[in-house]
């Protein structure tokens, strides 16, 4: 014989705890709201970009996009000049005119401004000592005939720090580069390993660092691949792309560099 289920007795909540628990799940719907607000990632946060590119001598000038809105913010340039005088230069140059490159203060060489070479852990921020140079650029190390001389000499591995502008506002940011050098070519091999900035404005950042402590996660990195060497509008890097490409150096600045 088949058996239905007995109908469930409806009970009656009295007003008051009816009143109870509507306060209850108003609470607890408020602590849940407050909770998901106190999860969300704080707005400011380094953003890496890890990379393996050769600045490769006479290669043209390699432009860097820090924060990656298609708009170069800095270059580098390896020089190589062989025969008789024959002379090798690596140098740091600002694409743009607010920007800035954490410089050794006075001339370190007749004439010519260098950019320091950063260890690992430096704060890089309003208080640094940034210089630009719009005409050559700020000069990292350069082996000649006469002699050798610049801030990155003998340097196996630096940082270079950064400061430019992000919707009118100030940024600050790190490049790291490995260096080896050959005293009898006069030959200069760098490779750029990575750069960062970060995204809170005037906020400095420390050399090395690809995440900050507000950071809930990882910092963001862009898969980067080397560059081939293009004219300007070429691009070296596909979606999301813009960060590293190629171009000739002006004429001002070969110039500059011989």
Known sequence: MTRFPRPHK?????????????????????????????????????????????????????????????????????????????????????????????????????????????????????????????????????????GSWGPWLNVKQAYLGLKFLINGKTHFGWLRLKLSFERTSKTITATLTGYAYETIPNKAIITGATKGPDDTESAASVPMHAPQAATLGTLALGSPGLSIWRREEPAARRQQSN
């Open 10 to 146: 409806t009970v009656r909540i009295s007003d008051s705890l009816h009143r109870q628990l509507s306060v209850y799940a108003l609470a607890a719907g408020a602590a849940g709201v407050g909770g998901l607000v106190l999860a969300q990632p704080a707005e400011g946060k380094i953003v890496y970009t890890p990379a393996h590119v050769n600045i490769a001598p006479n290669g043209g000038l390699v432009l860097l996009d820090l924060n990656h809105d298609g708009t170069p913010d800095f270059g580098l340039s390896n020089k190589l000049r062989t025969g008789c005088g024959s002379l090798a230069s690596l140098k740091v140059v600002q694409e743009a005119s607010a920007n800035e490159i954490w410089g050794k203060g006075l001339p370190c060489y007749t004439g010519y401004s260098c950019a320091a070479a950063l260890p690992k852990g430096k704060k890089v921020g309003p208080k640094a000592q940034f210089q630009q140079d719009p005409k050559s650029g700020l000069f990292m190390v350069v082996l000649e005939h006469e």
